[in-house]
């Protein structure tokens, strides 16, 4: 609610039953919220309740926030009996336009235009949702990474007619609320997170249609090699700690030309000096300067630990 | 040693004390081998020690083999010292094709044929390595991934004139030494793994060049969306459980349409028959026709040790 502070929601309605719908309900249990699920037909009731109790075991292992309790969920196939007490609404219905055209119509006529709407939506767009709702200023875009209970991620983004607010808003609730929200700067079909997890999925759709590695190779690849790396560090910070002292400058630099060999079927872009200085400029900010030692422990001590984890097994 | 079996090897010979250089000797030496590095330069030996033993505090935390020891390395500046007693080599001198040829060829001199010489280039084809070299059957590409220590992939091809036994001998040695190797069925600019990390870096490009997203933001992603995941299993398996109880054959056959959309920069080859099954039968034969439930146990107990270690810090 708009009107109330992010750390003040305790009910939150989850509207679909599905995998995304579930996963949101049990995360938000955990985080010690009440939360009400709108089922479309109480047969879905069984198999939520299967997804919901599954999420559990992993996140009582991770470890609940004081006051989660199973205890605190309701569910109901009545939307306004559902929505009544919300003071978040987390959406994640089929993706088909017409259907969530429907509901956003629906909601913006039942539910208090102080309470954000957000959308698990991965692929369509918070303008197209809301052209029929009559309270869209609430309305925001939040896709969530699955299972929602286990990866942090939510990249968020506004429609043309959801208020600045909003997004401030909703960003700060879910950073409460146990999430590592992204507020987007433009809509990109994809997002960040899909655009970037496609690419690698195409690429190694044309090594095994060219016959170049099977399947099971594609994996080895990458659970083998970038794969642990990529658990502790995005592949910006992973070049720039790969630099070593020299970090991000040194790497360009002198593997700029490797951008022309045919390493994968993507074309990079030109590296102006522009790109080369934003992606330099970005590392340093975001590692807040910490120089090469110590960015280099934190990727060795976490590759010890995803190494002994594996042992395990 | 072609005439010896691979888990009677003793003595290894590390040719190059940069990071990949220093690496595997490392490696080898928290395998227990007795492990002689070759240095161009006396001035090199500190940064190499230094990188050493650096490394052996990720090793000893990880668990060193029964007799490893620091005591077990030696270094020379002179060629055929350091490579009287090896019984396999591990090339790892700078990606200069007129070195290595040089190197390659004065090695296929003075070292017992017997002898498997593997070279960790990751950009050099070995049909051009081996070119002067008088006895190249037993020269070999064994590319690691840095830190070698600590990710196990080595992905491996012959040149021209290697011997096939070369490779399976040295697969098999591999295995004994702690790594994971992959040995690749046709020759393609920059194996599998860098071919995959590659078409992440250049989407993430793009999305800098455009202002779609800032570094931090590719980075957060990752981190908090796919990473973690790709530390567990490859792009394939995650797919093949996030398809449910239908695999990867529902996933494709349900988002195969989403080959078509602009999710990257980068085209998708066309979905034919043949490649969907050919996915789809990968992905069976890779995780052994283990049940959803059962994958999707393994990759929920995976993420919630990620977790519960990214808490610790």
Known sequence: MLNQKPEDVRHITCIGAGPIGGGWAAHYLAQGYLVTSYLHDASEHKALMRLI?????????IGLVDGASLDNFSWTTDLAKATEKAEFIQESIPEI??????????????????????????GLSMTDIQVNCATPKR?????PFNPPYLLPLVEMIGGERTAPETLAWTEQFYKIAGKSPLVMKKEVPGFIATRLQEAIWREALHMVANGEATVEQIDQAVVNGPGPRWALMGPCEIFHVGGGEGGMAYCLDQFGPALKLPWT???????TDELRNAMVDGCVEMTQGKDFATLSRKMNDGLVEIAKMKRQK
Chains 1, 2 share one sequence.
Do not use: C, F, M
Not at 139 to 143: D, N, R
Not at 265 to 271: G, M
């Open 53 to 61: 109790e599954n999420a559990w075991v992993s996140l009582e292992e």
């Open 97 to 122: 336009l017409e259907l969530k055209q429907t509901l956003y119509q629906k909601l913006g006529e039942i539910v208090d235009p102080q309470v954000v709407i957000a959308s698990s939506t991965s």
């Open 139 to 143: 309305t925001v875009v939040a896709h």
């Open 265 to 271: 079927r993507l074309i990079a872009p030109e590296l």
